[in-house]
């Protein structure tokens, strides 16, 4: 007779069932979901078989209009009319410096809200609005409720804007299991994370030419890892400047001087037509108003050679940033419906010198690589191994001098919790600031500051005698939370990082690209700080000790300390490594001979102040 079967508790007495998982790529310009299917993923259209939805929401009198019923409006109502709302994801008002037709409210350190006739929404909101549209599409085409959702973000994105994509999706009643990099996600979807015969690590470039932005990413794929080595790229510059080109183009060989703005708008249109039309033939039609021009290939290639040549040095910028050369790529992906085009396939070609991988629908390669990433998180998928989630940037915190000690370096596996002991800087203190940054740099002011908090009632102790131990632990969903605890007394203290609002996506690619530039630089920075931490502790103990003690010097040895320690003073101001550490053991001589008159005086006073009596009661 066969066993029974218990199942483990809270498991589903059904492990085998089937639990629907989706993954959503929240564009700038476009958004869309996919799912996999008896183990094939697919993208999923709606009713009108329409896969990419436009990333628009319209806020009319009585309803709300959402992507292709919404495009209209852009021009006839262009306030309540929310586009690219991608570009205002945890970001502060004070963040916001590009421009757009929007009347935002709120204050400046704090997130926006779009003023629209139906009420305030933030982006959090609107992009929630976006979402609900992908998750309502999955349910009526899947007919089943949607058990989890990976939702793919830009490699760049920090903290703040990560958090943001992640209340937008609670917002929308999705549960989130996982948000994935964009890049890494189009690599799973070639099943780059699939090859277990790899000796050594591989690295790949993911081109992402969409329709206003680009971005290229160099990742390292190593022990079940994506790494990014690498980001670069232009926050305006995508399709739409393709459209652009052409229609500048096409007023000089019309002789055309200037043109309308509903005129401009049907040049627009008519250009992005015969740009995606080549994409099939080899020949179009520039058709516009009454105007009709004739273009190819070729002629194209030519009329969009400045923004082809954009893309390629930034690409040679983050293959020298990820101090790679040609060689050490095993793939390039192509992503983004701009790369569609013949004319920047070859210009990736060329630059590469290796033919892209492009078999995957380029708009659509993001969703599907999300995908089967929650395929796999949710538990259907059986076979490949898991990827792995990893911290975006580098974690640390604020240590004395605005220099950062890093906890958690960027790419690393999460979960996953570090700790470090600390200590007070000064006798009898009996608090600490704990300052949680995030970034690649060494000195606090260039790296983002996440959040503060103060560890109180450490009992008085001798500086550098407590012992504070700080925890960092990102869990499963990415989020952070930072304690610290005095080990001797137990006081503890905590919070969780939940940025309300972020760096510009511009602010945080120059952090990682800043990173990589200025390591040389920072870690002269960094020896130039501590030696000067290390000086002002010298002088700090040296002030304390002269208020007290002062008249055991004579008139002479005073005035020569104080001209040292002026001296060290002077040289505090001047950033010169050197001259702070001559300083230093200039004043050494004359605050050693001080500190032995202490000494003795201590010894002194300390004899004299012995009673008999304690030592009858002693011996
Ligand atoms: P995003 O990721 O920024 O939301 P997409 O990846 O959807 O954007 O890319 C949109 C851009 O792709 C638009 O500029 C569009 O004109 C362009 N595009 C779409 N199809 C084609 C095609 N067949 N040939 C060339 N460009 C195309
Ligand atoms: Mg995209």
Request: hydrophobic share 40%; aromatic share 6%.
């Amino acid at each position: 007779m066969a066993l029974l079967q218990i199942a483990e508790p809270g498991q589903s007495s059904a492990p085998h069932q089937h639990r629907i998982a989706i993954g959503i790529d929240l564009g700038t310009t476009h958004s869309l979901v996919a799912t996999v299917l008896s183990g094939k993923a697919k993208v999923l259209p709606d009713d009108k078989d329409r896969v990419l939805l436009p990333s628009i929401v319209h806020y009319a009198e009585k309803t709300t209009e959402y992507g292709d019923d919404a495009k209209s409006f852009i021009t006839t109502d262009p306030k309540n009319t929310i586009i690219s709302v991608k570009r205002f994801m945890g970001r502060s008002k004070a963040d916001i410096k590009f421009q757009h037709p929007y009347t935002l409210i709120g204050a400046d350190n704090e997130m926006p809200a779009f003023e629209t006739r139906t009420g305030r929404k933030t982006p959090v909101e609107v992009s929630a609005e976006i979402l609900k549209q992908l998750k309502d599409r999955a349910e009526a085409s899947l007919k089943n409720p949607v058990n989890g959702a990976v939702i793919t973000v830009p490699a760049y994105f920090d903290e703040a804007q990560r958090q943001a994509t992640r209340d937008a999706a609670q917002l929308a009643g999705l549960n989130v299991l996982r948000l994935l990099n964009e890049p890494t996600a189009a690599a799973v979807a070639y099943g780059l994370d699939q090859d277990t015969n790899l000796q050594t690590d591989h690295n790949y470039v993911i081109y992402d030419l969409g329709g206003g932005t680009f971005d290229v990413s160099i990742l390292r794929f190593s022990q079940g890892v994506f790494e990014v080595l690498a980001t670069g790229g232009h926050t305006a510059l995508g399709g739409d400047d393709l459209d652009r080109l052409i229609v500048k183009w096409a007023k000089k060989q019309l002789n055309i001087d200037v043109l309308d703005d509903a005129e401009y708008a049907a040049f627009i249109v008519a250009a992005r037509k015969a740009k995606e039309a080549l994409s099939d033939q080899p020949q179009v039609q520039f058709k516009a108003l009454d105007h009709a021009l004739a273009l190819d290939r070729t002629t194209f290639e030519t009329i969009i050679q400045i923004a082809l040549e954009k893309t390629i040095s930034v690409c040679k910028r983050v293959l020298r940033d990820a101090k790679l050369s040609l060689n050490d790529i095993q793939n390039v992906v192509l992503v983004g419906g701009s790369t569609r085009s013949y004319a920047v396939q070859k210009a990736v070609r060329d630059v590469f010198d290796q033919e892209p991988l492009c078999t995957i629908n380029p708009d659509e390669v993001v969703a599907i690589g999300a995908a089967i990433t929650a395929n796999q998180l949710i538990g259907n998928s059986q076979d490949g191994s898991l990827l792995l989630d990893v911290t975006p940037l580098s974690l640390g915190l604020e240590t004395m001098g605005g220099l950062v000690e890093r906890l958690i370096s960027r790419n690393t596996a999460i979960p996953v919790a570090r700790r470090q002991e600390f200590t007070t800087y000064q006798d009898g203190q009996t608090a600490m600031l704990i300052h949680v940054v995030q970034g690649e740099r060494d000195l606090v002011e260039h790296c983002r500051s996440l959040g503060r908090f103060v560890l109180h009632g450490i009992p008085p102790m001798t500086a550098g005698q407590a012992r504070i131990e700080v925890t960092f632990q990102v869990d499963a969903d990415g989020l952070l939370t930072v304690s610290a605890q005095e080990t001797t007394s137990g006081v503890k203290a905590e919070i969780d990082i939940k940025p309300s609002y972020g760096l510009s996506d511009t602010d945080t690619e120059r952090l990682l690209i800043e990173g990589f530039q200025h390591a040389e630089e920072d870690k002269l920075l960094r020896h130039l700080q501590e030696a000067k931490v290390e000086a002002q502790r010298e002088l700090e103990a040296l002030e304390q000790a002269l208020k007290v003690d002062a008249t055991l010097l004579s008139e002479q040895q005073l005035t020569a300390l104080n001209v040292a320690k002026d001296h060290l003073y002077v040289q505090l101001n001047a950033n010169d490594i050197q001259a702070i550490e001559e300083a230093v053991q200039a004043l050494k001589v004359y605050s050693d001979e001080f500190a032995a008159l202490r000494m003795n005086r201590h010894i002194d006073h300390a004899l004299k102040g012995t009673k008999l009596n304690d030592w009858s009661d002693s011996n």
